[in-house]
């Protein structure tokens, strides 16, 4: 089982896999905060820029755990890269599922709740990881203004308005699940605009490279309708964060 091969042409030169950038990705570590030794389980880790860099600046140890082959091969010439092999391990497996061996004190799901069947179930799936008094933290999306139609709902990866909450509905439901919000990093505009933009520069070189590919008209139709969607809908309405959560 692997990443499908759409989403490693269009973030193939991703070192963060979500709108929160280096700046965010580095105060987020900041603001927790972590202490050397911190033990740290991540699921659904891309390319452990977080893992890898927290490892680098503040000793972190643990393991990251995501479906692609692609990004787990990076995730370990990051950790080589920037000296933490001992402290890192990569593991190309389903993070649906996954629980550590041994409780650790933080685990992260930032920004594919998916592989627990949404929020709730993602929560829970981290839980079973997380020893008494831990930090969970978990990525997701919210309605940065109201959706006027279904269109623009399709356009921001819903089905539904209820897909999504906006973020006060989302703070008042992490208390309704029994955790209390302890920080968060949000993406601003600018953090958006630089993750989403990238895909389209990467899948532009991709087709300059294999224009006969099989996928390069469905690459190709991407990137002809994606740039105006994304200023249209998706940077106007949608927000995104990471939330650091405590069980009461």
Not at 56 to 72: A, E, K, N
Not at 93 to 119: E, K, M, R, S
Not at 155 to 175: E, I, N, S, W, Y
């Amino acid at each position: 089982m692997d990443l499908p091969r759409i989403f490693t042409i269009r973030e193939s030169r991703h070192r963060i896999h979500n709108p929160i950038d280096e700046p965010k990705l580095d105060l987020l570590g900041r603001v927790i905060p972590l202490d050397a030794g911190t033990s740290l389980l991540d699921l659904a880790c891309g390319s452990g820029e977080m893992l890898c860099r927290w490892a680098r600046d503040h000793g972190v140890i643990g393991t990251g755990v995501d479906l692609s082959s692609v990004f787990t091969a990076s995730a370990r010439d990051r950790a080589a890269e920037f000296g933490v092999t001992d402290r890192v391990t990569f593991v190309q497996a389903d993070a649906a599922g996954y629980v550590a061996d041994t409780p650790v004190d933080i685990t992260a799901c930032i920004g594919a709740t998916w592989i627990g069947g949404g929020l709730d179930g993602t929560i829970e799936l981290l839980e079973r990881s997380l020893r008494p008094g831990g930090l969970l933290l978990v990525g997701e999306p919210f309605w940065r203004r109201d959706p006027p139609d279904q269109e623009t709902i399709e356009a921001c990866h819903a089905t539904t308005k209820a897909d999504f909450r906006d973020l006060p509905g989302l703070v008042a439901h992490f208390g309704e699940l029994g955790w209390d919000l302890v920080q968060m990093v949000l993406a601003d505009q600018d953090s958006w605009d630089r993750y989403v933009a990238a895909q389209w520069f990467n899948i532009r070189e991709w087709l300059d490279v294999n224009p006969g590919d099989e996928m390069a008209g469905q690459m190709r139709d991407e990137l002809h309708t994606a740039p105006v969607t994304y200023v249209r809908y998706e940077r106007e309405y949608l927000g995104w964060g990471v939330f650091v959560l405590k069980k009461r």
